[in-house]
């Protein structure tokens, strides 16, 4: 993961999109992340990250369309930042986050779009039209993806095969 400066979420005056989860310590090493309360755990703010690749996953795992896990790394290499960043499977010292997907998948959702545009509104700053542009795509087409989701399900989805008297969701 790339953590040089220029990266928003790296950027102190750049309010960027955290989820609150719960992280147990081992001296420097991150132990667990979980999306509950857990033994030894304290509440914190992690990070989404900037890259458009993990946050298309997000969005999947958010609209359900994906049973990958989530997973969680330190943000930078140094101990001087302790603060966490979602990353994909396989990243370096990444510890996978326990808990039902399910219960985060609204909030999910709201802040991996709102990441995205985010970056957008940052290279828009920066003069990259074309970068801005792309960001703001992804973002349409994850809003895109949800409304879709939504109108795809049948009444015999929603109601778990149980008669709904009527009712249409």
Known sequence: MNTTPSRPALDQGLSWPTLRMWVRRDGECVDLVSLAPARGAHPEEVLLPSDPEPLIQLGKISLGSSRAGLYAVCL????????????????????????????????LYGKTRAAMLAA??????????????????????????????????????????????????
């Open 76 to 107: 930078t290499q140094e101990g001087t930042d302790r603060r966490l960043v979602l990353c994909q499977r396989g990243s370096e010292g990444a510890v996978r986050i326990s808990g039902i997907m399910s219960s985060i998948a609204a909030p």
């Open 120 to 169: 957008g509104r940052e290279q828009r700053a920066a003069g990259n039209q074309d970068a801005a542009a792309q960001w703001s795509t992804m973002a349409r087409q994850l809003l895109l993806a949800k409304r879709s989701s939504r109108r795809g399900r049948s009444v015999r989805t929603i109601s778990g095969g149980l008669p709904t008297l009527g009712k249409h969701g």
